[in-house]
Nanobody, 122 residues
Framework: VQLQASGGGLVQAGGSLRLSCAAS????????MGWSRQAPGKGREFVAA????????YYADSVKGRFTISRDNANNMVYLQMNSLKSEDTAVYYC????????????????WGKGTQVTVSS
């Protein structure tokens, strides 16, 4: 599956952004979808994942309660709603896809999109 993320930008601390990821391929609904991020000078970090049906979601502790992942299988889209943004959320955000939840959470997904930059100013 090919992935294209969008929606990044510059936002003030406390603000919100919604990232979108468009996926190609007929088997989108068979993939666990996720978001990971990489902050300047740091390694990649798992952010969120959502099951095939969308019925189960998983979050890193650092974003729990502030970020919400969702998906639209009819339109091959996955979203990340980010609220109460903090300066430490500044990173390049990547959309990922894999049949395995474990691989998405461990950032071993088969498919990665090009990232979208999120910058939070304090």
């Amino acid at each position: 599956v090919q992935l294209q993320a969008s929606g990044g930008g510059l936002v003030q601390a406390g603000g919100s952004l919604r990232l979108s990821c468009a996926a190609s391929g007929r088997t989108f609904s068979s993939y666990v979808m996720g978001w990971s991020r990489q902050a300047p000078g740091k390694g990649r970090e798992f952010v969120a994942a959502i099951s095939w049906s969308g019925g189960n979601t998983y979050y890193a502790d650092s974003v729990k309660g502030r970020f919400t992942i969702s998906r639209d299988n009819a339109n091959n889209m996955v979203y990340l709603q980010m609220n109460s943004l903090k300066s430490e959320d500044t990173a390049v955000y990547y959309c990922t896809a894999d049949p395995s939840l474990s691989d998405v959470i461990k950032m071993r997904s088969d498919s990665w999109g090009k990232g979208t930059q999120v910058t939070v100013s304090s």
